[in-house]
Every structure is written in C-alpha cells, then in structure tokens.
C-alpha cells in the first residue's frame, strides 16, 4: 500500500491530516493565555492529567506522525534529486509557488523548532528552573499546579527566543500552505475547478495559524519593552519579572 | 534575424556533453523553430562541422516526437505549443537562445538534443490499452457514454506523450503522463472493467522507470503542449488507493 510512489504521497497526506489538526487544537488552547493565568494553567492542568493511556497514546501517536512525515519525506526527496541527475542551465518556475518549493527548508525548520520546543516548555531541560514554578491560581482543588501562564511568559521573555517563535511560525504558514491543498491532491479529492479555493482556504488557515501561535510572544515583547501592559505580571510567581 | 544559439552537444549517453555556441543569420521570423535549427545545420554542413541531432517528425504539433528544452521552458516560451509549432517571430533580432535536451534520469540522452524517452512506452504497455479486441468502430451510440465523461477522456487523450511534463518537473516525475494515458481509458465504459489493474501496472511501471515524485508543483500542466489538467492527476491518486485497498481486501 505505502511503498509505491503514490503510496509515499498517502503517508505524507494521512500523517499531515493529524498534524493539520493538531497544531489548530494547539493553537486553541494556547490562546486561552489571553483570557489570564486561570484559564491556561487550568486547561494544562487539565491536560497533564488526562488518564495515562490517553495522554502517552496521543503523544506517542502525534511522535510517531512526525518521524513518518519527516522520514518519509527523506525517502521523497533523495528519490527526487535521484530522478533529474542535470539541472537545466536556465531553471524556470512557472506556476509553483515559493511555499511549495521551499517544504523542505521549512520542514527542516519546523523539525529544529519542534526539539527546542519540547525542551523548553515540555521537558523543560533548557531552563530546569521553569520546573519550580508553582501555584494555585486555576488549580481544581487549593493544590499547587505548574504555573504555564508564569513560564510562557518568562520564556518568551528572552528576545531571541521570541524570534526563533515567530520565525518558525512562519515557516509553519509556509508548510501549510502548500501542505493543506496537496492533502486533498495527493487523495485525489479535488478537482481544478473547486481547486483554487481549496488554495485559498490552505493560505487562510495557514495564516491563521500563523497569526494565533505568533501573538503570545509578540505581545510578551511588546511588553517587554514597556510598549503596553496586558499581562498580570504583578501575579508572577517568577523571580525574574519582564524587563 | 540574427541569433546566438547555446546548443547542448553530447556524443552520446556516457559523454559528458557541453554547450556550444553558433551564430545564425538570416532567420526568417515566419520560420517555425525547427526550420531555424534545420538552417543551422546547413550552415554547420557547409563549414564541415557535425549537424546537431534533434527529434522531430510531423511538425504539425500532434505526434509529441519533438522535444527541447528552449530557454529554461519545455517546447519553448509559448503556452500549449510544441517546438515544431513555435515562431522565430516569438524571439527578437540579437537574442541569445539556449537549447536544452529534456533532462530526466528516465530520459537518457542518445545524442545532443535526442533523448531516449521509451520510458513512457513500457509506462503504456503496462496498462495503456485495453486486453480484449474491441473490434471496430461501433454504431453512434450502440455503447452509451455520458458527453461529460466522453469529454473528459478526450481532454485526457490529448497527450501526446512528448516528455514535457517530465522535462518541466522539478522531479522529473510522469505523473501528467501516466494519469492522462490511464484516465482516458478509466473513463470510458471499455477501459473501466480492468480500471484497477491498469493502475497498478501502470504507477508500477512509472516507479520502475526511474522517474521522481509528485510534489503537487502544477509546473507539469504549464508546459503541456495539451494543457492536461492536474485532475487526471488526483484522479489517478485516488483510483490507486482504491485499486490497492480492494487488493487488501480481495
């Protein structure tokens, strides 16, 4: 089923369906930062105590829908380059698109951003201090929770890593563009004529995405420079507050 | 017209091959472009050197057999035209031209600017036709096909088989080829009954040839000379994951 040429293309459109998906679920919960430290350390809370098999199932699941995608596309790639040994003295580009053509840099990217990720607000090895935060506010009990609300913001506190935020996220925008209509191509659900809309739809989610995952860092620069005051920084359990 | 003509010259398909450059005066712009690089051979007799090989055969833009790659484009700047069908009215005086061979590890070059493109004939002996004799022509409407469907397939039999679309693939992939050979027969009532063999064999036989895969670029629909839509392409992706999951389950 998966190893003929075709049969690559379902891996890569079937594993880019869940991923697709995913990143929308992210993005939603994530936002809930906007509506203050109660409502995003309650929704992790939440989260992190979902019943072991459920969590470590879609965690692996998710894990494993990556290594397929990426790995996969290592085998596309190399058989790609294999297929057309010579170049054309004059390379010409007439109807693709810099997104579609760029899914391997932007791949790349988002696979160095998804490590650094999960090592810094996941696992947390980059800054095991993000570890001691803790707190009650959102807590279902008077327990003390893991304040996300404190470590997002710390986190996003160094410029760099702000950057480094943003700039994947728009190589996310990217991937997804091209990503989300060759999804309904690669299945054969789609026909030029509802195409081009389909095209429209993917670079709107794309940007949506973009924009939903980008604001919490742009805003926590913002404040960073004493542009705006959004966040409850007065709440901060953090020793080190913003600027 | 006068013109500067960068010509890829290789001696055969374990040489290296190289550009080479020649001056031609006196084109005529009603000249097609192959009637310019039959002039150039003239010209190249009658100084002694070795004329440039090229396919060509009916110069009238339906048998697929001439190719180039003319300025970075298959078939030339001109949009669902062959070379034999293209103008020297569409360059100007003084222009520099660079003629190409369709570059593809599927497509070995013979000579100069002739590649070996049998690559899309084992692709059609695999599942291009249909296996019983289906004898001659039959009364108007004795066989009932939908107009739409009778359209569709005449779009998808419009491929001439000529390479572009693997020419202008930054992968070199036959998807436009093969989804087009295998779509026309897949529409009509006498190629639908062995529909899901013929895929099979056919993306098999694709696979084999060494060409790349789609990557859902559109640069292959560009360059047809036929303007073989993308949707033969989603057609043949979804009738081979039908074909392969029946298999599964038969």
Redesign the interface.
């Known amino acids: 089923m998966f190893t003929s040429s075709l049969g690559k293309k379902y891996i890569m459109a079937l594993t880019g369906i869940v991923l697709i998906g995913f990143v929308f679920v992210h993005m939603a919960g994530n936002l809930q930062i906007l509506l203050g430290q109660e409502a995003i350390n309650a929704y992790a809370h939440a989260l992190q105590s979902l019943p072991m098999p459920i969590l470590w199932g879609s965690r692996v699941f998710l894990i494993v829908c990556v290594i397929l995608h990426a790995w996969t596309a290592v085998v596309l790639i190399r058989e790609n380059r294999a297929a057309r040994p010579h170049a054309n003295e004059i390379e010409v580009t007439k109807r693709a698109g810099l997104a579609s053509l760029k899914m391997g840099f932007s791949g790349i990217t988002l696979l160095l951003f998804i490590v650094f990720h999960l090592l810094h607000f996941t696992i947390r090895t980059i800054y095991p201090e993000y570890d001691d935060l803790m707190t009650t506010v959102g807590s279902p009990n008077e327990g003390e929770i893991h304040d996300v609300y404190s470590m997002v913001l710390a986190g996003f506190n160094h410029l760099w890593i702000s950057i480094f935020y943003v700039v994947a996220m728009f190589s996310l925008s990217g991937h997804l563009a091209h990503g989300f209509s060759s999804v309904f191509q690669s299945l054969g659900i789609r026909s030029e004529s509802w195409g081009k809309k389909l095209d429209l739809a993917g670079k709107a989610y794309a940007w949506s995405i973009c924009l939903g995952f980008s604001i919490v860092p742009v805003l926590v620069t913002i404040e960073k420079f004493g542009f705006i005051t959004f966040f409850e920084t007065s709440t901060y359990s953090f020793p080190v507050a913003l600027n | 017209m006068k013109l500067i003509l960068?010509i890829?010259r290789q001696d055969g398909p374990q040489d290296e091959g190289d550009?080479e450059i020649h001056q031609i005066d006196q084109v005529s712009e009603d000249s097609s472009f192959l009637e310019m690089l039959d002039q150039l051979n003239e010209q190249l007799l009658g100084e002694g050197i070795e004329p440039i090989l090229f396919d060509h055969d009916c110069r009238e833009g339906i048998c697929g057999t001439c190719s180039l790659?003319i300025?970075?484009?298959p078939h030339g700047p001109e949009n669902s035209t062959t070379t034999c069908q293209l103008h020297m009215r569409k360059f100007s005086d003084g222009d520099t031209i660079?003629i190409?061979p369709f570059?593809?590890?599927?497509f070995p070059v013979v000579r100069d600017l002739v590649v070996d493109r049998s690559a899309f004939d084992r692709i059609t002996q695999a599942g291009g036709f249909i296996t019983v004799r289906t004898g001659s022509a039959p009364d108007g409407n004795a066989l009932p096909v939908p107009k739409d469907d009778s359209d569709l397939a005449m779009d998808a039999a419009a491929c001439i088989g000529c390479g572009a679309c693997v020419a202008?693939?930054?992968?070199?992939?036959a998807m436009l080829f093969t989804s087009a050979k295998a779509g026309h027969l897949n529409l009509l009532p006498q190629g639908k009954a062995e529909k899901d063999k013929r895929v099979l064999a056919m993306?098999?036989a694709?696979?084999g040839a060494?060409?790349?895969?789609?990557?859902?670029?559109?640069?292959c629909?560009?360059?047809c000379p036929k303007d073989i839509?993308?949707?033969y392409?989603?057609?043949?992706?979804?009738?081979?994951?039908k074909a392969?999951?029946k298999k599964?389950f038969s």
């Open positions: 960068k890829w550009f790659t300025n970075g484009l660079t190409e570059r593809a590890r599927a202008s693939c930054k992968n070199a992939s993306v098999s694709m696979d060494g060409f790349g895969n789609c990557r859902n670029y559109g640069e629909s560009a360059a839509s993308l949707d392409i989603a057609k043949l992706n979804r009738d081979h994951a392969k999951i599964i």
